[in-house]
């Protein structure tokens, strides 16, 4: 345990063992920030007054993408410094002026998305959702116990938690059996893990399995809203496209992979071997609870440790052809699925594809989402006598359709 001269109550996902970044707004100005405890650590007014070891204007824009560009010497740099300046008493009256109540401040996204990829890492969740899609067939795809699966998605639509989320339009299959177009009936969310990478290679150059982590920077939380019956009809044979683009929320912390690196643990057993450019020395997963809450409790809790795929595997494979990964790129795990049903990662699989609605702890029940509905996903590792790592939380509500004129 370290000892900050901040308050930092013991059940906090902040303690200075944690130190996320994020973007937000205080007055007209935007700027970037580190959390500690219910205060936020303006990283603008430190770096002013020169307390930072950083090239100038590394926040001038008020996102992370500067800091994410200089690479992982830098960000370990600027780790150990705001560890410094929090430690050190002597340091407490310069520092002091850039504490701000959280509370007080609206959150904004943490950096500016070059492109995002949403992955399908989770064997539970695949297999759940291969039997619901395609009853009577392998549920997996051929292709997915040799390569992490994803798709590109939208990064124009990812959005900050609190961002309320339009229920979307779609073409879905109807009653005859024929196409018609309607607002989505089967809105879903699904309980992922992203994380953002710095500049990481040139065209042309794939990443090495080995120097994959030394570009990611770190991890958010991230609720990929989905239209199923969208999806159903779409996805067949190019995968997800409108089903998934009108909106994905994200946390507005940023959690250093770091702070994160005592709650590894060891990578599931793939079968068969995968290929030697996706093959890790000494693999490992986070152990990181995940749980949504719908009508006011929780209605699910899994954990990134299910995941079947790692951070590493699948930015080698996004960057395996040569394809150019950037600062401020996003990549999603997918849903993750633990391997019961009190453990499933979305209301596709919780409801059994609607068939058998989920009970809230208001009374009310649910297949899928309705308007007016909020999600709420958290997420932390740690506690019980260990350091709280918080991801924070990724909320959205849902909004009715908008209604079309012809």
Not at 80 to 99: G, N
Not at 194 to 211: D, K, M
Not at 376 to 395: D, M, N
């Amino acid at each position: 345990m370290i000892d900050s001269w901040v308050a930092v109550a013991d059940d906090s996902e902040f303690p200075i063992e944690n130190l996320p970044y994020g973007s937000f707004r205080s007055g007209d100005s935007r700027r970037v920030g580190t959390a500690i405890g219910d205060k936020i650590l303006d990283l603008v007014s430190l770096e002013a007054a020169g307390l930072l070891e950083l090239p100038t204007g590394t926040f001038e824009e008020g996102t992370l993408n500067r800091l994410l560009q200089l690479g992982q010497t830098s960000w370990s740099r600027l780790r150990r410094r705001i560890t410094e300046l929090l430690i050190d008493r002597e340091a407490q009256p310069l520092v002091m002026p850039a504490l701000l109540p959280g509370a007080e401040v609206s959150m904004e996204l943490p950096f500016v998305i070059g492109d995002y990829v949403d992955f399908y890492s989770s064997r539970n969740h695949a297999e759940n959702l291969g039997r619901l899609l395609r009853p009577g067939q392998d549920p997996l795809p051929p292709s997915w116990l040799h390569l992490p699966i994803g798709y590109h998605g939208r990064a124009g639509t990812v959005v900050v938690s609190g961002t309320p989320v339009r229920r979307p339009w779609g073409q879905v299959m109807g009653p005859s059996g024929s196409p018609e177009w309607t607002p989505a009936r089967m809105l879903d969310f699904e309980v992922e893990l992203g994380f953002v990478t710095g500049a990481a290679n040139q065209l042309g150059s794939p990443i090495p399995i080995a120097q994959a982590e030394d570009h990611i920077f770190g991890v958010v939380l991230v609720n990929d809203w989905s239209a199923r019956d969208i999806q159903r009809f779409e996805y067949v044979p190019l995968g997800p496209f409108l089903a998934k683009s009108f909106a994905t929320s994200i946390s507005p912390w940023v959690v250093p992979m770091q702070a994160l690196a005592s709650h590894r643990v060891p990578h599931p057993t793939q079968d068969p071997p995968v290929l030697d450019y996706l093959r890790e020395d000494s693999p490992t997963v986070f152990d990181i609870q995940l749980v949504v809450e719908l009508g006011g409790g929780p209605i699910t809790a899994t954990n990134s440790r299910h995941l079947y795929w790692s951070m590493a595997q699948q930015l080698t494979h996004a960057a395996s052809n040569g394809a150019l990964v950037r600062a401020g790129d996003l990549f999603a795990s997918g849903t993750i699925s633990g391997p019961d049903s009190g453990s499933y990662g979305s209301l596709m699989e919780l409801s059994a594809g609607g068939t058998q609605p989920v009970q809230l702890s208001d009374g009310s029940r649910r297949s899928f989402l309705e308007d007016g509905d909020t999600v709420v996903i958290r997420g932390w590792a740690g506690g019980e006598g260990r350091p709280r790592i918080g991801l924070g939380s990724v909320t959205g509500t849902v909004l009715p359709a908008q209604p079309v004129t012809t």
